[in-house]
């Protein structure tokens, strides 16, 4: 076991509570800021996406990886968020207030949810917010005098200032600080007594109330949060895509959310990041593997739901605390390296004092 | 004036009524004690108390306000803490994101304040920690300090959830069977530490206990129940030796 060294309170309110951590997440600052000038447009355009996909986790991660709120149709969320930035943009409002607008909308739906769901938990909360899901899905379609329906809609370009950030490095640019934006306020939420209560009402009601947490209130506060978040998300989703089709945003998008932030590892917000880029990038494996294999095979239907279902199988029964999970022991591992012991994660009864001295 | 009081606290359960006319006056500074058989209803009592579920008739009174029918959160914001018989903790959480929830009716910082971690954030953060901190060393914690609840043994967790409770800084602390499962030296531990708390940390003490020598050592006051009621009040000694109790406990020919 490896204990840390702490010599002030601060290292265990600070973002960054060790040396390593903050030489880690600048090194990785530095390559991502850097990659452009080595990548092609083609991966400035795919790691693009998973930035904006690492959002939506993040956001789908404040419901139900930190408050315990699975939700199965957070891509309504995301589709609320790009349609009302979209129509924002095309009614000519900046593009700032056209994204606080979109996150702004999506939290009142995230309010109006949760006020509706509040009694149901699990499984049921799952359901709902799954026929939330459909139904938003179904409102875009049918609402065509305002989303042009099943024709889509065009989204304009990102503006600020004045400047067109519509090129492949800009928007890459500015789709990475607003990743790092919300990583901040999601990380800022979670080491402040807010957060924490959040985590409280996942793990036990009674407690959390016994200690003066409003559960209505906590809960509510947690999918207008997500909703938020995620919508902001759907924003730059919105200028990704270029042009929005309610289709966009159907379950299949919902349940990659879910399996992102499975697979990353549920309640944790590096796990969210974890996810989304493992999630993101299987496009690329399926196509790469598919030009392996024989024409026979690489064009039969199908190949990314098997493997979305496959990874899923594998982390629930080799990792069920996901991609971050998995980065903890081998940090573990390294860190005691090479006095690394194999038992480490095995778990074993620990003993009290009295029980020791026995 | 007494600190907590009820008076004629009923609560049904449909057609049982768990808790009869239940009336009690916890002194400041006094560790009151409720023994009973199982099923008595001291369990009851104290949910009702603290808010679980509000009474069927009857008020609760707390530091002289009427908190009948108040929520449990609304009930702990007030200063009254407790702990659960069956262990009730954050079980994916460290000891010390468990800790800092006891501080959390403390929080001043607005939501806004967090989510930007402007100073006021920050600067709560860390008195939370330091207060916490207080508690870790108190219940001699600081080994499992980053430890991950579900990996600890059962009276750690006791502690913790002790611990959390504590860190609430609490005028009312209501301990649910604090000694169930412990090995004699820890329920000695937790003797002292229940005395320390009433006699020097200016705390007040109920607690539901069944380890007669526990409540005979700490107690100032007992209470004892029986099928929703009271049947015995007054000291430890006087409370073991009435024929009521001796009845309940071990039959009619003992008494």
């Known amino acids: 076991m490896h204990y840390d060294f702490k010599t002030s309170y601060s290292q265990d309110v600070g973002l960054f509570p060790r040396t390593e951590n903050r030489v880690f997440f600048a090194a990785l600052a530095v390559l991502l800021l850097a990659a452009p000038l080595v990548l092609s447009n083609f991966y400035i355009t795919e790691f693009t996406g998973i930035f904006i996909f690492a959002i939506i986790v993040v956001g789908y991660m404040l419901a139900a990886g930190m408050a315990g709120l699975i939700s199965l149709g957070h891509a309504a969320f995301v589709g609320i968020g790009a349609y009302t930035h979209a129509l924002a943009v095309e009614a000519g409002w900046p593009f700032l ?11 009142v739906f995230g309010f109006v949810l949760a006020v509706l769901s509040l009694r149901l938990s699990g499984l ?9 899901g459909l139904a938003v899905e179904h409102v875009l379609t049918a609402w065509d005098a305002v989303t042009g329906g099943a024709e889509g809609l065009l989204v304009g370009s990102p503006v600020i200032f004045g400047f067109d950030l519509s090129g492949y490095t800009a928007f890459y640019y500015l789709s990475l600080v607003a990743l790092a934006f919300v990583i901040w306020i999601a990380a800022n939420l979670m080491r402040s007594a807010t957060g924490k209560a959040l985590i409280a009402i996942r793990d036990s009601e ?14 509510v506060l947690a999918f207008t949060l997500s909703g938020a978040v995620t ?19 159907n379950i299949m998008m919902s349940l990659q959310i879910v399996l992102a932030a499975v697979i990353g590892g549920l309640g944790s917000i590096a796990g969210a990041v974890m996810g989304a880029v493992l ?12 030009s392996v294999l024989p024409q026979s095979l690489a064009y039969q239907p199908g190949p990314d739901l098997l493997i979305y279902g496959g990874l899923l199988a594998v982390f629930v029964m080799f990792e069920p605390l996901g991609l971050y999970g998995r980065w903890k022991k081998l940090e573990a591992k390294l860190r005691t390296f090479p006095m690394d012991r194999k038992e480490t994660f095995v778990r074993t009864r620990t003993y009290m004092k009295s029980e020791r001295a026995r | 004036m007494s600190l907590l009081s009820t008076h004629n606290l009923t609560r049904q359960f449909g057609g049982v009524a768990a808790v009869k006319g239940v009336s009690m006056a916890v002194e400041p500074g006094d560790i009151f004690a409720i023994i009973g058989t199982n099923g008595a209803g001291k369990t009851t009592l104290i949910n009702v108390i603290s808010g679980v579920f509000p009474p069927s008739s009857g008020t609760v009174g707390f530091k002289g306000a009427d908190i009948t029918g108040l929520g449990a959160d609304r009930v702990a914001g007030r200063g009254l803490a407790r702990t659960f018989q069956n262990i009730e903790l954050f079980e994916h959480a460290s000891v010390l994101d468990n800790l800092l929830l006891g501080r959390y009716r403390h929080r001043r910082a607005t939501l806004a304040e967090e989510l930007l971690f402007l100073p006021r954030a920050r600067k709560e953060a860390l008195a939370f920690r330091e207060s916490v901190e207080e508690v870790i060393e108190y219940l001699e914690l600081e080994q499992w300090r980053d430890s991950t609840v579900s990996n600890l043994p059962y009276g750690i967790r006791k502690q913790v959830e002790l611990g959390r409770a504590l860190a609430s800084a609490p005028e009312l602390l209501i301990l649910d069977e604090p000694a169930s499962g412990l090995t004699p030296e820890e329920t000695a531990d937790l003797a002292y530490l229940i005395r320390d708390m009433a006699r020097n940390r200016g705390m007040t003490v109920v607690m539901i206990e069944h380890d007669m020598g526990l409540v005979g050592g700490v107690a100032d006051h007992v209470m004892a129940m029986n099928s929703g009621e009271v049947i015995a009040e007054g000291s430890a000694a006087h409370v073991q030796s009435h024929p009521a109790v001796l009845d309940c406990y071990l039959g009619t020919q003992a008494a």
């Open chain 1, 124 to 132: 049921y909360l799952g359901v709902a917010t799954l026929i939330f």
């Open chain 1, 279 to 290: 999630i993101g990038f299987i496009p690329e494996i399926v196509s790469t593997v598919k």
């Open chain 1, 97 to 107: 207030m056209a994204l606080a607008a979109a996150a702004s909308v999506s939290a």
């Open chain 1, 206 to 219: 009674p407690a959390a109330q016994s200690l003066g947490v409003n559960l209505i209130k906590l809960k």
């Open chain 1, 231 to 249: 919508g902001f998300g759907g924003a730059f989703l919105a200028h990704r895509v270029g042009f929005l089709t309610p289709e966009g945003f």
